[in-house]
T-cell receptor, first 111, second 112 residues
Framework: QKEVEQDPGPLSVPEGAIVSLNCTYS??????FMWYRQYSRKGPELLMY????GNKEDGRFTAQVDKSSKYISLFIRDSQPSDSATYLC???????????FGKGTRLHILP | DAMVIQNPRYQVTQFGKPVTLSCSQT?????MYWYQQKSSQAPKLLFH???????NEADTPDNFQSRRPNTSFCFLDIRSPGLGDAAMYLC???????????FGPGTRLTVL
């Protein structure tokens, strides 16, 4: 079993819809959870950074962590065509620890 | 405004011909990373510097070397590129003690 599992997609949704992106993981020691957005041929851009379980909201983005289920989610409200990108989940045990990435989910928002 | 800068953005080299990729940062972060990312794959950590301390991942081939002459700059040297080394190379930085990593735009390496 891989440490971090993420459905590669592609996921296509109409503009304005709520998008749900998810990752599961196997290592219960992970405490820090991240979501990165990566446009084609660009470097990853940090969207959300959370610690332990719970929700964090930033504009149209909400990150959710359920450590009991080893499951993290990113919700995008009022999705826009500009949200079309690959979304990578990532996690680490400690702040100074190595980050483990998922393979990314390709998201297409259809105008 | 660019905070993590990578040059060149695109690099073409020949099989076996040494190549150097560069990364610079204006954030004054003390931790710098090099990742390799192949198409539809997760970024793979090659090595990182925590201040001047170099940390190599166990599965990073000897063909890959790195230098960090000062806080702002870090280089990735590929001594004898093979076809399998064609990838996007990403530089990232972080403040020690804080978890967020900030990535540069990447250098796409093509090996002919």
């Amino acid at each position: 079993q891989k440490e971090v599992e993420q459905d590669p997609g592609p996921l296509s949704v109409p503009e304005g819809a709520i998008v749900s992106l998810n990752c599961t993981y196997s290592n219960s020691a992970f405490q820090y959870f991240m979501w990165y957005r990566q446009y084609s041929r660009k470097g990853p851009e940090l969207l959300m950074y959370t610690y332990s379980s719970g929700n964090k909201e930033d504009g149209r983005f909400t990150a959710q962590v359920d450590k009991s289920s080893k499951y993290i989610s990113l919700f995008i409200r009022d999705s826009q065509p500009s949200d079309s990108a690959t979304y990578l989940c990532a996690m680490s045990m400690n702040r100074d620890d190595k980050i483990i990435f998922g393979k990314g989910t390709r998201l297409h928002i259809l105008p | 405004d660019a905070m993590v800068i990578q040059n060149p953005r695109y690099q073409v080299t020949q099989f076996g011909k040494p190549v150097t990729l560069s990364c610079s940062q204006t954030l004054n972060h003390n931790v710098m990373y090099w990742y390799q990312q192949k198409s539809s794959q997760a970024p793979k950590l090659l090595f990182h510097y925590y201040d001047k301390d170099f940390n190599n991942e166990a599965d990073t081939p000897d063909n890959f070397q790195s230098r960090r002459p000062n806080t702002s700059f870090c280089f990735l040297d590929i001594r004898s590129p093979g076809l399998g080394d064609a990838a996007m190379y990403l530089c990232a930085t972080r403040v020690g003690g804080k978890g967020e990593q900030f990535f540069g735009p990447g250098t796409r390496l093509t090996v002919l």
